[in-house]
């Protein structure tokens, strides 16, 4: 065997195998895990989460579920699922063994029950049950037995209009035991309260898109009379959809919307401005990029729930795609995960997702069941990896960020927090590499003025010497041809 | 008196713009090879400029590449513009011969070309905040060249300043009229050879049965 061919047979065989690797790294989901690159093209990936096992309301043991709503896990690890069709609140522990069932709540005496209820929250600081009592226009608040505390019904107020139905959607509370409740009829942002039930206002508004026509209604407004103006057409924003609440208490909102990607998510600030601005994500897009194409119509992401995970990365789940797209807590997309479909890992009519530790949970109320999705140890990597990095630990990140090279060649964060811990390390024509690769315009050109001072430092003496010799080849060049040292008649008389 | 080479005509026009393009007209100095390399590195510098400028500066998406722009915006446009140029200051009295605005504006063409190519070099040698140096050297470049240019084709046809300004104008307009036909060409002949490569193939196919 020729060492010509040798080689060839090596390589061929290096090729086979490293198909065949990919091939089985990826066949374990049900769907292409993919992520997106520098220029927003989607780019395979590999899998951050793997989904586990699903539950319904059967193995749980309470009954099929019908349409469940909204789901909670409390800070002494229970679920709380809003069962909405069957008017009913379920609640297990984190293995879906069954607690108990709430119908009926006990407001003074009183009985009540819970008509369509589409939202649940668990308050941290009290421990006090909230829920979403849709069709009956209240929110409940009681203890974790049942006994009713307060309800929340429609403010009577001048600010609430009072034609405007009160259809509760998702309720949360924050530390200073301020209400908010997301109400579907209004778009002003969430209704809120304080803690004695009295109505406060509205909080978190998103803002209208500059479009075209807002455009053009802002400019006949200026210039039509007050009566015209009554009758034309009001802009309002898109009102948001759901929010949640992260560890230092702060508010994050999503919008379901497929034309707008305005105030797509938000981290509110207290007095309701967008903080994920000030981070420098303002071109972040949401969900996916680009919409998927169908033969006869496209569909674009739509946002229906947010989840602050342990780390302060944003879980936000797409009802259109069935994804659940996670992001860090600077809008760095982590991972895509899930799908549409029938199998294990995609859904039809997901609606809510939630995470513990290293799992994520989404509510299906199509499908009536919860998947559980665990971190592959891919995720693990690129979730210590990101959590290294964000703290300001670059050194401590290159290994894993290596690691996760070795999984994924297409992770662009990678290369980034390489870079940096090559950067500080001063090495900085590595760091310009991996700069290049992944594209970071900014960063190369701090890596290169880097460079370009040790290049300087390290040949200053030597370029001097070089500049002075050229000055004085060219004087001497000047003066000889002046004298007529090239001149060819010259020369030849002097012979 | 000024009797140059054809090379150091280039230097006489490109350092003396206000008479330089006159003494080119009477000492018939211009030289068309010249003007072609100039034109050529025109195209280089096109190429260069986008796609090998500092990656401090500038990210290209390099998925794709295509040359047909660059080769528009280097070779075709320019001709355009002789061509178009040509044809409409013959109907104004303008003494310009095609050969001669052919010359005058690639000469005029050299300051731009030459600081596109320093900048390209330059933007490998500056960080991101000395941007100010390299800017400066395009804009001078440029700005040399419009100087050029006008002074340029007021010399090739013998017009008053005003008359310069108001033939480019009609200039443009010529040049959008031939690029509108020649695309147009290049369908209608897309055209036929589609309808020739279907006959083609009808007959293959009968033949075959």
């Given at each position: 065997?020729?060492?010509?061919?040798?080689?060839?047979?090596?390589?061929?065989?290096?090729?086979?195998?490293?198909?065949?690797?990919?091939?089985?790294?990826?066949?374990?989901?049900?769907?292409?895990?993919?992520?997106?690159?520098?220029?927003?093209?989607?780019?395979?990936?590999?899998?951050?989460?793997?989904?586990?096992?699903?539950?319904?309301?059967?193995?749980?043991?309470?009954?099929?579920?019908?349409?469940?709503?909204?789901?909670?896990?409390?800070?002494?690890?229970?679920?709380?699922?809003?069962?909405?069709?069957?008017?009913?609140?379920?609640?297990?522990?984190?293995?879906?063994?069954?607690?108990?069932?709430?119908?009926?709540?006990?407001?003074?005496?009183?009985?009540?029950?819970?008509?369509?209820?589409?939202?649940?929250?668990?308050?941290?600081?009290?421990?006090?049950?909230?829920?979403?009592?849709?069709?009956?226009?209240?929110?409940?608040?009681?203890?974790?037995?049942?006994?009713?505390?307060?309800?929340?019904?429609?403010?009577?107020?001048?600010l609430?209009s009072?034609?405007l139905?009160?259809?509760?959607?998702?309720?949360?509370?924050?530390?200073?035991?301020?209400?908010?409740?997301v109400v579907k009829s209004v778009t002003k942002g969430a209704v809120?309260?304080?803690?004695?039930?009295?109505?406060?206002g509205f909080y978190g508004a998103n803002r209208v898109e500059a479009t075209a026509e807002v455009i053009?209604n802002a400019?006949?407004n200026?210039?039509?009379?007050?009566?015209?103006?009554?009758?034309?057409t009001k802009t309002t924003p898109i009102g948001f959809t759901n929010f949640?609440?992260?560890?230092?208490?702060?508010?994050?909102t999503v919008t379901d919307s497929q034309e707008i990607k305005t105030d797509a998510v938000k981290?509110l600030?207290?007095?309701g401005t967008n903080?994920?601005e000030?981070?420098?994500?303002?071109?972040?897009?949401?969900?996916?990029?680009?919409?998927?194409?169908?033969?006869?119509?496209?569909?674009?992401?739509s946002l229906?729930?947010?989840?602050?995970?342990?780390?302060?990365?944003?879980?936000?789940?797409?009802?259109?795609?069935?994804?659940?797209?996670?992001?860090?807590?600077?809008?760095?997309?982590?991972?895509?995960?899930?799908?549409?479909?029938?199998?294990?890992?995609?859904?039809?009519?997901?609606?809510?997702?939630?995470?513990?530790?290293?799992?994520?949970?989404?509510?299906?109320?199509?499908?009536?069941?919860?998947?559980?999705?665990?971190?592959?140890?891919?995720?693990?990597?690129?979730?210590?990896?990101?959590?290294?990095?964000?703290?300001?630990?670059?050194?401590?990140?290159?290994?894993?960020?290596?690691?996760?090279?070795?999984?994924?060649?297409?992770?662009?964060?990678?290369?980034?927090?390489?870079?940096?811990?090559?950067?500080?390390?001063?090495?900085?024509?590595?760091?310009?590499?991996?700069?290049?690769?992944?594209?970071?315009?900014?960063?190369?050109?701090?890596?290169?003025?880097?460079?370009?001072?040790?290049?300087?430092?390290?040949?200053?003496?030597?370029?001097?010497?070089?500049?002075?010799?050229?000055?004085?080849?060219?004087?001497?060049?000047?003066?000889?041809?002046?004298?007529?040292?090239?001149?060819?008649?010259?020369?030849?008389?002097?012979? | 008196?000024?009797?140059?080479?054809?090379?150091?005509?280039?230097?006489?026009?490109?350092?003396?713009?206000?008479?330089?393009?006159?003494?080119?007209?009477?000492?018939?100095?211009?030289?068309?090879?010249?003007?072609?390399?100039?034109?050529?590195?025109?195209?280089?510098?096109?190429?260069?400029?986008?796609?090998?400028?500092?990656?401090?500066?500038?990210?290209?998406?390099?998925?794709?590449?295509?040359?047909?722009?660059?080769?528009?915006?280097?070779?075709?446009?320019?001709?355009?513009?002789?061509?178009?140029?040509?044809?409409?200051?013959?109907?104004?009295?303008?003494?310009?011969?095609?050969?001669?605005?052919?010359?005058?504006?690639?000469?005029?063409?050299?300051?731009?070309?030459?600081?596109?190519?320093?900048?390209?070099?330059?933007?490998?040698?500056?960080?991101?905040?000395?941007?100010?140096?390299?800017?400066?050297?395009?804009?001078?470049?440029?700005?040399?060249?419009?100087?050029?240019?006008?002074?340029?084709?007021?010399?090739?046809?013998?017009?008053?300043?005003?008359?310069?300004?108001?033939?480019?104008?009609?200039?443009?307009?010529?040049?959008?009229?031939?690029?509108?036909?020649?695309?147009?060409?290049?369908?209608?002949?897309?055209?036929?050879?589609?309808?020739?490569?279907?006959?083609?193939?009808?007959?293959?196919?009968?033949?075959?049965?």
């Open positions: 065997m020729s060492g010509l061919k040798k080689l060839i047979s090596i390589l061929s065989a290096a090729a086979i195998a490293c198909s065949l690797a990919t091939m089985t790294a990826s066949a374990a989901e049900s769907y292409d895990p993919y992520s997106y690159d520098r220029w927003g093209d989607a780019v395979a990936s590999q899998a951050g989460y793997t989904a586990d096992y699903f539950v319904d309301g059967t193995t749980i043991g309470c009954g099929a579920f019908n349409e469940p709503g909204d789901f909670f896990i409390t800070e002494d690890n229970q679920f709380y699922i809003a069962d909405k069709g069957n008017n009913r609140i379920v609640v297990t522990d984190l293995d879906f063994n069954l607690i108990e069932i709430l119908t009926e709540f006990d407001y003074n005496g009183e009985k009540l029950e819970l008509k369509a209820p589409a939202g649940v929250f668990v308050d941290k600081y009290t421990d006090n049950l909230y829920i979403c009592d849709t069709d009956n226009s209240r929110v409940i608040k009681c203890d974790r037995d049942g006994n009713v505390d307060r309800l929340f019904e429609k403010p009577k107020s001048e609430y009072q034609e139905t009160y259809n509760p959607q998702k309720v949360l509370v924050d530390k200073a035991g301020n209400v908010y409740v809120m309260y304080n803690a004695d039930g009295d109505f406060l053009m400019f006949w200026t210039i039509s009379t007050q009566a015209q103006r009554e009758h034309s949640d609440l992260d560890d230092d208490g702060f508010i994050y981290k600030s207290p007095k903080i994920l000030t981070l420098g994500a303002t071109d972040v897009v949401f969900g996916d990029i680009d919409p998927a194409y169908y033969s006869i119509y496209t569909k674009n992401s229906t729930d947010i989840d602050i995970g342990p780390n302060g990365e944003m879980n936000i789940l797409d009802f259109a795609h069935g994804r659940v797209f996670q992001y860090d807590k600077l809008a760095n997309l982590m991972f895509i995960v899930g799908g549409t479909g029938e199998q294990l890992g995609t859904f039809r009519n997901a609606t809510s997702v939630e995470s513990y530790d290293n799992h994520l949970y989404v509510l299906d109320s199509r499908k009536n069941s919860i998947t559980v999705f665990t971190r592959t140890t891919f995720g693990e990597i690129v979730t210590e990896a990101t959590n290294l990095y964000n703290d300001g630990y670059y050194e401590e990140s290159y290994e894993p960020w290596c690691e996760v090279l070795k999984y994924d060649g297409n992770y662009r964060r990678a290369y980034i927090g390489i870079g940096n811990a090559l950067f500080q390390r001063e090495e900085y024509k590595e760091a310009m590499k991996y700069y290049k690769i992944s594209i970071s315009r900014a960063r190369y050109s701090k890596a290169f003025e880097g460079y370009r001072n040790e290049f300087l430092e390290k040949y200053f003496s030597l370029l001097l010497v070089l500049v002075v010799l050229l000055i004085v080849l060219i004087v001497v060049y000047r003066k000889a041809k002046k004298r007529g040292v090239f001149d060819r008649k010259r020369a030849k008389r002097r012979m | 008196m000024l009797d140059l080479t054809k090379g150091q005509f280039v230097k006489h026009v490109l350092f003396h713009p206000f008479e330089g393009f006159e003494d080119l007209r009477w000492k018939k100095g211009g030289s068309m090879r010249i003007a072609v390399v100039v034109l050529c590195l025109l195209f280089v510098e096109q190429l260069a400029y986008d796609r090998m400028y500092g990656f401090q500066y500038s990210v290209v998406y390099d998925k794709v590449f295509n040359i047909v722009p660059y080769f528009f915006r280097s070779f075709i446009l320019f001709l355009t513009f002789v061509v178009a140029n040509w044809a409409m200051c013959t109907l104004f009295d303008g003494e310009g011969s095609m050969k001669n605005i052919f010359i005058d504006t690639a000469y005029s063409l050299i300051p731009f070309v030459a600081s596109g190519l320093i900048a390209t070099v330059l933007s490998h040698i500056f960080v991101e905040d000395e941007y100010i140096f390299i800017s400066a050297i395009e804009i001078i470049g440029t700005a040399w060249t419009v100087v050029l240019f006008l002074s340029g084709m007021k010399a090739v046809h013998q017009f008053s300043f005003g008359k310069t300004l108001a033939l480019l104008l009609l200039t443009v307009v010529a040049m959008i009229a031939i690029l509108f036909l020649l695309i147009l060409l290049l369908t209608l002949f897309q055209q036929v050879l589609i309808f020739i490569f279907s006959i083609y193939t009808e007959l293959s196919y009968r033949l075959r049965v």
